[in-house]
């Protein structure tokens, strides 16, 4: 199993470009996040997904968009990107039935935004 | 609202020591808890991962216990090594359903050969 994939591993975009970050998992897990990782603010949750079709909000999600077309996949899209989205961007995933709910986390995108 | 706190935020110890990472949070009613590993650079990789219900486990040199009631865990490494030198995070999730891990600021770890 290749677990959780991200896509690319780095980008610079200049302010008010749209692009998106692409996650995919071979586990079949059900659920899937993203979240950015900043110094001094750990890890927050932007998006997530309980399964094909359901996304929901975390924490921090304006500016970003999310889609679940496929258990696979789940992009994270960002809109118009600014500076403050300057960040380093994590996909995880885990499965839904019961029992541990370990979350698998990707290698990460780092994205500055200039 | 759920927080989450790892003291120290960097710890340096020499090759060969014991060591303990600590890990407290706020709220008693979570689900599970996680301890992940990030090497610089790079992505979270999972070590051990507590329910609720558990008071410890254990993967080979690593043990994480969990006492609920006080909102501690802590991860002891045995028998340190400089391959061991690397931010240790630990997460909690508030119930079954819930997507969100709420993260530590991590501890810093430096094994000096």
């Known amino acids: 199993n290749a677990g959780v994939t991200q896509t690319p591993k780095f980008q610079v975009l200049k302010t008010g470009q749209s692009m998106t970050l692409q996650c995919a998992q071979d586990?079949?897990?059900?659920?899937m996040s993203w979240y950015r990782q900043d110094p001094g603010m750990g890890l927050r949750l932007i998006h997530y997904?309980?399964?094909?079709?359901?996304?929901d909000q975390g924490e921090v999600p304006n500016g970003y968009n999310v889609s679940r077309s496929t258990t696979e996949d789940f992009p994270l899209r960002l809109l118009s990107a600014a500076p403050s989205q300057t960040s380093v961007y994590f996909c995880?995933?885990?499965?839904?039935?019961?029992?541990?709910?370990?979350?698998?986390f990707g290698p990460g995108t780092r994205l500055t935004v200039t | 609202k759920q927080e989450v706190t790892q003291i120290p935020a960097a710890l340096s110890v020499p090759e060969g020591e014991n060591l303990v990472l600590n890990c407290s949070f706020t709220?008693?009613?979570?689900?599970?808890l996680q301890w992940f590993r990030q090497d610089p650079g790079k992505g979270l990789t999972s070590l051990l991962l507590?329910?609720?219900?558990?008071r410890e486990q254990t993967s080979g040199r690593l043990n994480a216990s969990l006492d609920k009631s006080s909102g501690r865990s802590t991860l002891y490494i045995a028998a340190s090594q400089p391959g061991d030198s690397a931010t240790y995070l630990c997460?909690?999730?508030?119930?079954?359903?819930?997507?969100?891990?709420?993260f530590g600021q991590g501890t810093r770890l430096t094994i000096n050969p």
């Open positions: 995880a995933s885990s499965y839904s039935g019961t029992g541990g709910r370990e979350q698998y």
């Open positions: 586990m079949n897990h059900e659920y």
């Open positions: 507590i329910q609720s219900s558990q």
């Open positions: 709220d008693s009613a979570i689900y599970n």
């Open positions: 997460a909690v999730r508030r119930g079954q359903g819930a997507q969100k891990l709420v």
């Open positions: 997904s309980v399964g094909a079709g359901i996304t």
